[in-house]
């Protein structure tokens, strides 16, 4: 198969805001990064992000609790 014809297999990650106004950032892929998508979760919400071949980065602002297949983690401490 082509690269074009594969689908994307890249890992999941999940995002539980533990405040409010906690921001996720997606970053592109390639010789330049850059911003591509952001979303505001308020204390409880959850969003789940897959890297693919634009997203090669995540970033996130604020208090929440990322969960991988490595296992979890918390930011904003």
Do not use: C, W
Request: glycine share 10%.
């Amino acid at each position: 198969m082509e690269r074009e014809d594969r689908p994307i297999l890249g890992d999941y990650i999940m995002v539980r805001a533990e405040e409010n106004g906690v921001t996720i950032i997606g970053l592109t892929r390639g010789k330049d990064t850059r911003f591509h998508h952001t979303e505001k979760l308020d204390r409880g919400e959850v969003m789940l992000a897959q890297f693919t071949e634009h997203t090669s980065a995540i970033k996130i602002r604020g208090k929440a609790k990322i969960f991988t297949k490595h296992g979890t983690l918390e930011s904003g401490e």
